[in-house]
């Protein structure tokens, strides 16, 4: 039995550290550029690699996006570990929620060039929406407060549904539809809204009052 807590080989440790390199190098562009812009040759000297290098670890520039995308969501999810919501399902998906959106705002020129790029077709399909629907099954924990009698459905329905409602809000978010301000107003009320048909009339009524209108542009 292979022990998974073995350190990885040297080689893929620097191929790892290599990639490190180029997605932090490509952040720090990123947040200098009054547009949230690099080139892949302005990358490779902030870097301190040669030109070829972020190609050879990532393929293309939407690649590098891609990842930059995927720490995004890693760093939602270590925070939300770090700050160990309490409460039932639906207390911890709000959670996240406000977590989620937290992270973005901390830099958010960054997370709209980051998060926009997903909407660029390339020659393969990303892997982001695996990860933001295991990002929300972690949210949802023991689906505590949720029925008992549907655990496969709220398994595989639920996180994608959240993924996809946070996803749509961020874009109209990036778009400029949605303010700062608006943003987690908008996530929660989406949430609640997926939530309250698998939660009982006692809860789904405390839901429903903290709704309120949809924000306004």
Do not use: Y
């Not at 270590?78 to 705002?105: H, K, N, W, Y």
């Not at 695996?130 to 496969?152: R, V």
């Not at 749509?168 to 303010?179: K, Y």
């Amino acid at each position: 039995m292979t022990d998974d807590t073995s350190p990885l080989p040297l080689r893929e440790r620097n191929r790892q550290l290599a990639r490190d390199v180029v997605l932090d190098a490509a952040e720090r562009l990123l947040q200098a550029s009054p547009s949230a812009e690099f080139s892949m040759r302005a990358l490779a000297t902030e870097a301190g690699v040669g030109f070829a290098t972020p190609f050879n670890h990532f393929g293309s520039k939407n690649a590098i996006m891609q990842a930059l995308s995927s720490r995004v969501i890693d760093r939602m999810a270590t925070r939300f570990r770090e700050q160990c919501p309490q409460g039932d399902a639906v207390d911890r998906v709000l959670a996240m929620g406000r977590i989620s959106v937290g992270v973005l705002l901390e830099k958010p020129d960054v997370s709209k060039a980051v998060v926009g790029s997903l909407g660029v077709a390339g020659p393969s399909p990303s892997a982001v929406l695996p990860q933001s629907e295991a990002l929300w099954s972690l949210a949802l924990g023991d689906l505590s407060a949720l029925p008992s009698d549907m655990p496969i459905l709220l398994r595989t329905v639920l996180p994608q549904q959240l993924a996809f409602t946070f996803r749509g809000c961020v874009s109209f978010w990036i778009a400029g539809e949605l303010t700062d301000e608006m943003l987690e107003t908008a996530f929660r009320t989406g949430a609640l809204a997926v939530l309250l048909g698998f939660v009982g009339p006692t809860r789904r009524a405390a839901l429903m009052a903290q709704m309120g209108p949809p924000p306004a542009p």
